[in-house]
Nanobody
Framework: QVQLVESGGGLVQAGGSLRLSCAAS????????MGWFRQAPGKEREIVAR????????FYRDSVKGRFTISRGNAGNTVYLQMNSLKPEDTAVYYC???????????WGQGTQVTVSS
């Protein structure tokens, strides 16, 4: 059974940094997709960043480009999100997701809260 467990969320002041980690147990996703989503209160869940395939091609939503960096562990069962220059609008529950195919997320973590104070 595959489980994704996130860690690293918390409360930070605007301009600060946090690093989220996600550990997958049960399988690796080095040839699939691993990504981070977020959901703020009253809003829909949105993609933040993803890393795809063995080449590790990355994608970021426009609002986090230049501030967030997604990376993957060599074994393909961990994914990280380094978040710098955080803004209050980054406040949300952040979810890790993974899939064995590059276009489909099969597994989701339970989420970790990120709160950025102004």
């Amino acid at each position: 059974q595959v489980q994704l467990v996130e860690s690293g969320g918390g409360l930070v002041q605007a301009g600060g940094s946090l690093r989220l980690s996600c550990a997958a147990s049960g399988r690796a996703f080095s040839s699939g997709v691993m990504g981070w989503f977020r959901q703020a209160p009253g809003k829909e869940r949105e993609i933040v960043a993803r890393i795809v395939g063995s080449a590790g091609v990355t994608f970021y939503r426009d609002s986090v480009k230049g501030r967030f960096t997604i990376s993957r562990g060599n074994a393909g069962n961990t994914v990280y999100l380094q978040m710098n220059s955080l803004k209050p609008e980054d406040t949300a529950v952040y979810y890790c997701a993974a899939g064995s195919l590059i276009y489909k997320y099969d597994y989701w973590g339970q989420g970790t809260q990120v709160t950025v104070s102004s």
